[in-house]
């Protein structure tokens, strides 16, 4: 019953039944015991009679705790941290502890693989999605994973991007670019979420091309991976997304990624939409502003920022004014040793001491009185700061 426990616990006691109902009916589900040695080589994979119980089991659950379930597979969820016994219920379901471990390394169980690959057409999506990352982490030799992106299902060839994006399978890197061309955007939304997963910079080509996409869905996955490929290369195409793009959540995709690119000669894209009219995007070129390499000269839209109606924008423009230590910022920032965000109040303060403002020292020193101990804390040392410098 210790398989039964595991569902119960993960996916409620409303499926208590459902539960109990497959473990009889699956073929000698196996009693597990587990050493140290098991633990440290991720354990031997689950069977297929393993497999089937969750996969069945998560299908039945409440939509949102399937998602939940679902997103952490390959994440650890199984983990033994609890082993001594701390921090845990005093009537716990120990007894599942097995069970539990039983799914935490590569399914090597060839009975199993079948299964999860039966699954990758499965009509619920947190099944086929579970499939997918389970089956990535398998020992299904990467031929074998990438035949399924010839088949004629595009709901299939979806699920074996993810399961190949899920793993690393690097070797699958070119079979994945072909993707990028399918007629079916989910499938090339995928591939390009994918090669984000690989981070290979030989992407970076196929990648760009797709950037002007029809399908908006494309666009934004194909803007993430380059940032997580994280090439200068792709600066330049990101930025004219990031200013031209008629979608939202791919400009918004294009801001972030170069961000994470970190070149500065993006500043002065990032910084007009900073200064445009959508606020969500203003923050999050604010944010990536911050991340610039070798960015020494703060933009006017980030002045004009820092005294912004919009908490979220002011704090974002002040985190980057901080790190871009710009003296010449000196004079914005001053107003904000007062902001009623004592984060604000600290990165001001902060940023004033590291770039020598000596103009702030009297407003500094008043902040020794703050109520916040950070902001307090600051003050002394930027105080010294200022010392340091006269």
């Known amino acids: 019953m210790k398989t039964a426990m595991l569902l119960v616990a993960v996916l409620g006691a409303g499926s208590a039944a459902a539960a109990t109902t497959l473990l009889t009916s699956a073929p000698h589900a196996p009693q597990v015991t587990f050493s140290s040695a098991d633990w440290d080589d991720e354990g031997p994979g689950p069977d297929s009679s393993r497999v089937a119980l969750l996969l069945q089991g998560m299908g039945r659950a409440d939509p949102v705790a399937c998602e939940m379930l679902s997103a952490q597979i390959g994440n650890g969820w199984w983990n033994r941290s609890d082993e001594l016994g701390v921090g845990r219920l005093a009537d716990a379901r120990v007894a ?75 070797a699958l890197r070119q079979r994945v670019e072909e993707q990028l061309r399918s007629p079916d955007a989910p499938t090339a939304a995928m591939a390009a979420w994918a090669l984000g997963e690989l981070e290979d910079r030989e992407s970076v ?45 791919a400009r918004l995709a294009a801001v972030q990624a170069l961000g994470d690119i970190e070149a500065g000669r993006s500043a002065p894209v990032l910084a007009r939409v900073v200064g445009g009219q959508d606020e969500r995007l203003a923050v999050a070129a604010a944010e990536a502003i911050a991340n610039l390499d070798d960015l020494e000269t703060a933009p006017p839209e980030l002045l004009r920022a820092v005294a912004s109606g919009s908490p979220p924008l002011r704090h974002a423009a002040v985190e980057a004014l901080a790190s871009i230590e710009d003296p010449a910022s ?38 020794l009185e703050d109520r916040d101990p950070e902001v307090r804390r600051t003050a002394v040392e930027a105080l010294a700061e200022l010392e340091d410098d006269d």
């Open 96 to 170: 599942a502890d097995a069970a539990r471990d039983s799914i935490s390394g590569p399914v090597r169980d060839q009975g199993a693989i079948r299964l999860l690959t039966a699954h990758l057409a499965d009509d619920d999506p947190c099944v086929r999605h579970a499939a997918a990352r389970m089956l990535g982490h398998s020992a299904m030799p990467d031929q074998q994973l990438a035949a399924l992106l010839d088949g004629s299902s595009s709901r299939v060839r979806e699920a074996a991007l993810l399961a190949i994006g899920s793993h690393d399978r690097s």
């Open 205 to 249: 080509g196929a990648l760009e091309r797709v950037i002007g996409h029809d399908e908006a869905a494309v666009r934004t996955a194909a803007a993430w991976a380059l940032g997580q490929i994280e090439s200068v290369d792709a600066a330049a195409s990101l930025e004219r997304m990031a200013e031209r793009d008629d979608n939202r959540l």
């Open 330 to 367: 000196a004079g914005a920032l001053l107003p904000l040793i007062s902001d009623p965000d004592p984060d604000t109040r600290r990165m001001v303060i902060e940023a004033l001491g590291n770039m020598g403002a000596v103009q702030a020292r009297v407003p500094i020193t008043a902040a």
